[in-house]
């Protein structure tokens, strides 16, 4: 039936100045009806708000994990309307081409009780602790493992030494 009053319909994208649809009618009897109709971002795409956040929070120079925190302060949420991770935060600066001026964070993998012990290895060794930068220690409990005892324990401890003044 509305084929009997419809001459053409045209649909075209709009992104600026915001995003939308718009569709226009023309008519048999020569006029025309045009209508833009609101399109919703895509379902789980970063808010504006927050990746405008990441980059202003970013030239400050703090590193990722602070700047998850401040976005869950402020109540942003990611696009999957989840909290605010560091690994999420870098996410966005790497799609969005955001640099991070924050000095790069590197924990210690390992306890200063194992570096000690790898220094008293490095001396029960007749080495130098300062030859000796990274010792792995291992030793088995027991029968080590094989196919008839795949279960046996064995430990293994990875130490760091540090150098030392001789």
Request: proline fraction near 8%; glycine fraction near 4%; charge should be positive.
């Given at each position: ?59 400050l120079?703090l ?96 130490v ?7």
């Open positions: 039936m509305l084929r009997l009053v419809i001459e053409a319909i045209s649909i075209t994208p709009v992104d600026v100045p915001q995003r939308a649809t718009r569709a226009r009618i023309a008519w048999k009897s020569g006029s025309v009806t045009d209508l833009l109709v609101d399109r919703p971002e895509h379902g789980r795409l970063t808010p504006q708000l927050a990746r405008q956040r990441v980059r202003e929070l970013s030239r120079g590193p990722d994990a602070q700047i998850a925190d401040r976005l869950n302060v402020e109540g942003l949420q990611t696009g999957a309307k989840r909290p605010w991770k560091a690994w999420a935060v870098a996410r966005v600066r790497t799609r969005e081409r955001i640099a991070s001026s924050a000095p790069r964070e590197r924990p210690s993998l390992v306890p200063d009780q194992m570096n000690r012990a790898g220094t008293q290895r490095a001396v029960q060794l007749a080495i130098s602790a300062s030859v000796c930068t990274s010792c792995a220690v291992g030793f088995d409990k027991g029968a080590p493992p094989s196919a008839a005892n795949p279960t046996a324990p064995t430990t293994t401890s990875f760091s030494v540090q150098a030392t003044a001789s």
